[in-house]
């Protein structure tokens, strides 16, 4: 677990660092009380540039939102085309994309939300994949089989293979019981073994 840099464990190589971005801010509309009443009650708003597209990240208790800060009317779900675009900006190696699918909801190895999302792999040996939001475009979390032996290994380390509602429960009864019955063991062969030191 500690053999590979840990930036390259979580794939930091394959992107590039991004310049922060200036905003216009005489081009930018405040949000409208529409957008606000039906999101309400809002726990954040944050004014963010994605791929030069100023927009709103709005979260609320439920979800979060994406609104066109030129617009200011909520972002439809970007195209194909611009997610290719948006990960040659970014991407750092030298593969070739081989797919790029819009999934209905995140995979397990970043989440599993019921939220759509743009996955982008490559064409290398590590199977390396880029998340994209589907509306704001941002880069959301990368991948390789390289964080997938690790995550392996860390959740075999904490004995969390499976969820808690499945076999992890099970499995920690298995090895808590066993440990049990080793330290039992290991006294009864302490007691046996100064018995018979006192009867030499």
Same mark, same amino acid.
Request: hydrophobic letters at 40%; aromatic letters at 12%; a neutral charge.
């Given at each position: 677990?500690?053999?590979?840099?840990?930036?390259?464990?979580h794939g930091d190589h394959l992107v590039n660092l991004?310049?922060?971005?200036? +905003?216009?801010? @005489?081009?930018?509309?405040?949000?409208?009380?529409? #957008?606000?009443?039906?999101? %309400?009650? $809002?726990?954040? =708003?944050?004014?963010?540039?994605?791929?030069?597209?100023?927009?709103?990240?709005?979260?609320?208790?439920?979800?979060?939102?994406?609104?066109d800060a030129l617009t200011g009317e909520e972002k439809?779900? +970007?195209?194909? @085309?611009?997610?290719?675009?948006?990960?040659?900006? #970014?991407?750092?190696?030298? %593969?070739? $994309?081989?797919? =790029?699918?819009?999934?209905?909801?995140?995979?397990?190895?970043?989440?599993?939300?019921?939220?759509?999302?743009?996955?982008?792999?490559?064409?290398?040996?590590?199977?390396?994949?880029?998340?994209?939001?589907?509306? @704001?475009?941002?880069?959301?979390?990368?991948?390789?089989?390289?964080?997938?032996?690790?995550?392996?290994?860390?959740?075999?380390?904490?004995?969390?293979?499976?969820?808690?509602?499945?076999?992890?429960?099970?499995?920690?009864?298995?090895?808590?019981?066993?440990?049990?019955?080793?330290?039992?063991?290991?006294?009864?062969?302490?007691?046996?073994?100064?018995?018979?030191?006192?009867?030499?």
């Amino acid at each position: 677990m500690t053999f590979v840099d840990l930036d390259i464990i979580h794939g930091d190589h394959l992107v590039n660092l991004q310049k922060p971005q200036v +905003i216009d801010s @005489s081009r930018i509309l405040p949000i409208s009380k529409k #957008i606000i009443d039906e999101l %309400a009650p $809002i726990h954040s =708003i944050k004014l963010k540039v994605y791929f030069d597209q100023p927009v709103y990240e709005i979260r609320n208790k439920k979800e979060l939102v994406i609104v066109d800060a030129l617009t200011g009317e909520e972002k439809a779900n +970007i195209l194909k @085309s611009a997610v290719r675009k948006n990960t040659t900006q #970014i991407y750092a190696g030298k %593969a070739s $994309i081989s797919t =790029i699918e819009l999934l209905n909801q995140y995979p397990t190895e970043i989440g599993g939300r019921n939220q759509p999302i743009w996955q982008v792999q490559f064409d290398d040996g590590l199977n390396s994949t880029l998340y994209f939001h589907p509306q @704001s475009g941002r880069l959301v979390s990368k991948r390789t089989d390289l964080w997938r032996v690790f995550d392996f290994l860390w959740l075999l380390h904490i004995m969390e293979m499976w969820d808690s509602d499945g076999y992890a429960g099970l499995l920690f009864r298995l090895f808590s019981i066993a440990s049990m019955l080793m330290a039992l063991f290991g006294s009864w062969l302490l007691f046996y073994r100064l018995k018979g030191d006192k009867n030499q």
